[in-house]
């Protein structure tokens, strides 16, 4: 009994961590990011120490021992989702789609207050998406190609500006969005036409 349950505690623990290095890649669609990184670290150093100690139990078949261990796997794991909430924010979670948004700003425009806000979807996938979404009493998802390759990273916006200030133009059908720093260093400009919901990026000169 005590050799099973040893034996099946550091079963459980190892497909644990490989349910947990499945959430932080999405499902192993993206590439560790470097919290990630810290995070599999610290799961590695339990998964080690939980294996050891399961194999010390089944080798003595104590049950002080099993009792031990399983007091280890606990505390370790509790450990690595206390890593997790510090470096990546909260708890795993089973979401298959990996959604951002940017806090909202109100742009004043002659056709009346225009609430908008950027949006990145799954920004480290080869099926990464990026919308402005604007609501002026109806809500409107325009498509913007902020990244032409799964992003090597970007910064969580703490005010709308961090990631793009939308502003008017002479033509009251016709916006220019600005991309923040915290989403692109280059500057990116896209002209965005209200009448057909096209965001078109316009070259720097």
Known sequence: ???????????LFIIAAILLLGL????????????????????????????????????????????ATAAVA???????????????????????????????AVLQAQRGDIKYWLEIENPF????????????GKERRIPIQLFVEPSKGYTSAAKSSDWGVLSLTSDSNVLVLTVGPFLSSSSKKFRVDLTISRATEVPNT
Request: glycine share 6%; proline share 3%.
């Open 74 to 104: 606990i505390v370790s794991a509790a450990i690595v989702l206390l890593v997790h909430d510090n470096t990546i924010g909260g708890m795993p979670h089973l979401a298959l789609s990996h959604v951002e948004k940017s806090p909202p």
């Open 1 to 11: 009994m005590v050799r099973t349950s040893a034996l099946t505690l550091a079963i």
């Open 24 to 67: 932080l890649t999405n499902w192993f669609r993206y590439s560790l990011s470097l919290e990630a990184i810290f995070v599999i670290a610290a799961v590695c150093i339990a998964v080690v120490l939980v294996i050891w100690l399961s194999y010390v139990t089944y080798a003595r078949n104590s049950g002080g021992f099993l009792g």
């Open 125 to 136: 996938s080869s099926q990464h998406a990026e919308f402005l979404v604007l609501d002026d």
